[in-house]
């Protein structure tokens, strides 16, 4: 199976910055890469999908992008509700697969 | 729209069978791919399989054997059932939906369960 590797484990910035979370692939996945917010005791929200389309209702300070088996989620502009674990999902091999999450604190 | 909310028992004793059902709210399960997903502690989140509201389903390798999707109790509901259930069966299982544009439930899921607490103890 497609294996994500997410990276930082936990990224700790102040509102009003930006901040950028890696996901790598380990084949290719073509464009089939999705990211998703999740907070405490909620279930996963979509952000992006197709690695740069942004979901309904997602505010355009979320971004992402992909270079090859690199994926980048771009979020501008931090606010503290921003604060969340992020996960990357894979759906270009089957099983589906999810990367381990990053961690966004906002100080 | 697409509001889903799982339910079953919270606690399940080893051996047994671990069944959980997913309710959708203001919306219909035509049409759509349905996903169980579980998230164990202290861990990253897994797929567990999907299902057409046909009812051809799709399971992760890693637990095709014990695991079974179906659709029903009611019109508007599908289910889970694990098997043999042991305590790294532990976790927080969510239903989630594959939007109507994508061709298999392998996907990416636009909307999901708050999810549900299954802990595997004696």
């Known amino acids: 199976e497609i294996v994500l590797t997410q990276s930082p484990g936990t990224l700790s910035l102040s509102p009003g910055e930006r901040a950028t979370l890696s996901c790598r692939a380990s084949?290719?996945?073509?464009?089939?890469l999705a990211w998703y917010q999740q907070k405490p005791g909620q279930g996963p929200r979509l952000l992006i999908y197709?690695?740069?389309s942004r979901a309904t209702g997602i505010p355009d300070r979320f971004s992402g992008s992909a270079s090859g088996t690199d994926f980048t989620l771009t979020i501008s502009r931090l606010e503290p509700e921003d604060s969340a674990v992020y996960y990357c999902?894979?759906?270009?091999?089957?099983?589906?697969?999810f990367g381990q999450g990053t961690k966004l604190e906002i100080k | 729209q697409g509001q889903l909310q799982e339910s079953g028992p919270g606690l399940v004793k080893p051996s047994q069978t671990l069944s959980l059902t997913c309710t959708v709210s203001?919306?219909?399960?035509?049409?759509?791919?349905w996903n169980w997903i579980r998230q164990r502690p202290g861990e990253g989140l897994e797929w567990i399989g999907y299902?057409?509201?046909?009812?051809?389903?799709h399971y992760n390798p890693s637990l095709r054997s014990r695991v079974a999707i179906s659709v029903g109790p009611s019109q508007n509901q599908f289910s889970l059932d694990v098997f043999s259930v042991t305590a790294a069966d532990t976790a927080i299982y969510y239903c989630?939906?594959?939007?109507?544009?994508?061709?298999?439930?392998?996907?990416?899921?636009?909307?999901w369960g708050q999810g549900t607490l299954v802990t595997v103890s004696s």
């Open positions: 989630a939906r594959a939007p109507r544009n994508c061709n298999t439930g392998t996907c990416y899921l636009d909307y």
């Open positions: 203001s919306d219909s399960i035509v049409g759509y791919y």
């Open positions: 299902i057409y509201y046909t009812g051809s389903t």
């Open positions: 084949q290719s996945v073509s464009s089939y």
């Open positions: 197709g690695a740069s």
């Open positions: 999902q894979q759906y270009g091999g089957s099983p589906g697969t």
